[in-house]
């Protein structure tokens, strides 16, 4: 992936440019295999007061993914902003991935053609099957033929990595949904100062639920 750096206003050293480039490059490895070679990556480095404030913007093709980390160091608000990138390009995958499995699944429970048959031979089947024909010496009974439904198609679910899902400090709740909601993040488990842990996640009417474990 072609990354080009650009320092706003402030002055960044050669060292310290060398070594955010380096963390760059290792940690946006995981976006490049996701996109491919073709994607190009912006990355500018500015600062506001006492905050280090990073702005990474991945272009692909027609796709924009932008993202901006704030922290009090230049490597914590690389790897925010970053983060944030790759969690955008997990979801866009995700969406690809569904709408190349819709013309399968719609293949699969579309129903084959039913030929047309004629009015008498139809008519004289139904009463076939309606009326049964006695037997000789015994009665038979009609006998209903059920149809079992198709088979629900499964989806696969959504692995997440084990560092995207815990927090790695204790939080509050209140620190907890402003972190789910600053890294686009749609579950997160996490203790809190007393030791507790808890289950922070998305549902799909996009309210989040905290789940308190015992």
């Known amino acids: 992936m072609e990354m080009e750096f650009t320092a706003r206003q402030v002055d960044i050293s050669k060292a310290l440019r060398a070594r955010l480039r380096k963390q760059a490059e290792d940690e ?37 993914f932008a993202a901006t980390g704030k922290a009090a160091a230049w490597d914590g608000a690389l790897r925010l902003a970053i983060e944030h990138i790759e969690s955008q390009v997990g979801k866009y995958k995700d969406r690809r991935l569904e709408s190349k499995r819709l013309p399968k699944e719609e293949k699969v429970l579309t129903a084959p053609p039913v030929t047309p048959r004629s009015k008498t031979r139809a008519a004289q089947a139904e009463a076939e099957v309606a009326v049964p024909k006695p037997a000789r010496g015994k009665a038979r009974a009609a006998i209903a033929v059920h149809s079992f439904p198709a088979p629900a ?10 560092g995207e899902a815990f927090a790695l400090k204790p939080l509050t709740i209140e620190e907890a949904v402003k972190d789910a909601e600053f890294r686009d993040r749609d579950l997160l488990i996490f203790h809190n100062p007393a030791g507790e842990l808890f289950v922070l996640h998305r549902r799909r009417d996009g309210q989040m639920e905290l789940v308190e474990i015992p």
């Open 28 to 64: 946006m490895k995981r976006i490049a295999r996701i996109l491919g070679a073709t994607a190009r990556a912006s990355i500018i480095f500015s600062t506001q007061r006492h905050l280090q404030i990073v702005e990474v913007t991945v272009q692909v093709r027609t796709q924009t």
């Open 153 to 162: 198609t499964v989806v696969e679910p959504h692995i997440l990595a084990s």
